[in-house]
C-alpha cells in the first residue's frame, strides 16, 4: 500500500494550506465554539475578514496557477457562503475540514471537556455542512488550534478521512516528510525550522501577517530541506486583519505581495507545489 520510500528521493514539494475560519479566533473559557477578539469588548464571533481575505487569497493563487487545501470551519463557511458562492469560488482546490465552531476538541485551552459522541457529532456535522456548501467531502482535517487526540484520529478514520494535518514536526537532516499513524490516518505535519538568528520558525505565515517576520524569514527556512513536503500555513482573515485591528488597503496589500513573494520564490527554487488530498493519492494509494 505504502510507495512512499520510492519516490521520497529528493523531492521538494510544497503545499499552501488556509484555515478558514472566524476572524482572529480566540478560544473562550468554559465555551466549546471559539469568539472573535474582542473589538469594543465584544467576543462575537465576526466573519467579515475571513469573507474578504478568502476571495483575496484565492484570486492569488488563482492568477499564480497554484492550488491550495483549505481548511473550512463549516459555521464559518456557510457565513461566507451567504455572501459569496463559495462553490464556485474554490473550485480547483481542495476542501478539508477545520471543525464545526472551531472547538478546542482536546479542552485544553477552554477547560471544556468533549465526549467521544460529541466528538463525533461535531466532525460529523461539519463534514455534512462543507459537502453540502462545496460539493466535496473532505478527505483531511486539522484541528482548531492544533489540538488533537488520538480519539478524534481514530474518529476521522472510522469515516473515510485520509489525512490530519494539525501537528508541528521539526525538519530533521533536511527532511520533513508525512508519516503513517496508527489510526490508519496519514499524517501530513506543519514544519519547523531555525531562523538566522537561531530562533524557531514555524511554517503558519501568522507572524509574518503580524508585522513580527519577514518574507525572507520563510525564504530561509524553504532552503532548509531538501526532501519532502513543507506545508506553509495561513489564516483567511488573517490577511485583512490583525490581533492588534483590520488593516488599511495599503497594508492588506503588502500583505498580499509578501504571500505572493514567499510563493513566487519557492517556485522559483524549483519546489512543486501540491494539495495534500493529492500528495496522499500520489505517494500512499
Ligand atoms: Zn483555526
New binding site residues.
Given amino acids: 500500500m505504502f510507495k512512499a520510500s520510492i519516490y521520497f528521493q529528493f523531492m521538494r514539494l510544497a503545499a499552501i494550506t488556509i484555515?478558514v475560519?472566524r476572524d482572529v479566533?480566540m478560544p473562550l473559557p468554559g465555551r466549546r465554539e471559539a469568539g472573535s477578539a474582542p473589538r469594543d469588548g465584544n467576543d462575537t464571533p465576526r466573519f467579515a475578514s475571513s469573507t474578504q481575505g478568502l476571495s483575496l487569497i484565492v484570486e492569488l493563487l488563482n492568477d499564480m496557477s497554484i492550488r491550495g487545501t483549505f481548511f473550512l470551519?463549516a459555521d464559518t463557511a456557510r457565513h461566507i457562503a451567504s455572501e459569496v458562492n463559495i462553490r464556485n469560488m474554490l473550485r480547483g482546490h481542495e476542501i478539508a475540514s477545520?471543525g464545526h465552531s472551531?472547538e478546542d476538541l482536546t479542552g485544553k485551552k477552554t477547560g471544556v471537556f468533549i465526549d467521544i459522541a460529541e466528538k463525533a457529532n461535531i466532525i460529523d456535522k461539519a463534514s455534512q455542512i462543507i459537502q453540502e456548501l462545496t460539493g466535496q467531502f473532505p478527505k483531511g482535517f486539522r484541528a482548531?488550534y492544533q489540538n488533537i487526540d488520538n480519539t478524534v484520529l481514530e474518529l476521522l478514520a472510522e469515516r473515510g478521512y485520509l489525512y490530519d494535518s494539525s501537528i508541528t514536526n521539526s525538519i530533521t537532516n533536511g527532511r520533513i516528510n508525512p508519516h503513517a499513524l496508527s489510526s490508519g490516518l496519514i499524517e501530513i505535519p506543519l514544519a519547523k525550522g531555525v531562523d538566522a538568528n537561531g530562533k524557531s520558525i514555524h511554517s503558519y505565515l501568522w507572524p509574518m501577517h503580524e508585522g513580527k517576520r519577514q518574507p525572507g524569514d520563510y525564504l530561509d527556512l524553504l532552503d532548509q530541506y531538501d526532501d519532502g513536503l513543507l506545508v506553509l500555513a495561513t489564516?483567511s482573515w488573517h490577511i485583512v486583519e490583525t490581533f492588534t485591528g483590520p488593516l488599511s488597503r495599503s497594508l492588506i496589500d503588502s500583505n498580499l505581495d509578501n504571500v505572493r513573494m514567499i510563493l513566487d520564490e519557492a517556485l522559483e527554487k524549483g519546489i512543486e507545489f501540491i494539495t495534500l488530498d493529492k500528495y496522499v493519492e500520489k505517494f500512499y494509494y
Avoid: F, L, R
Wanted: hydrophobic letters at 0%.
Fill in positions: 484555515d475560519d479566533n470551519e477545520h472551531h482548531p489564516h
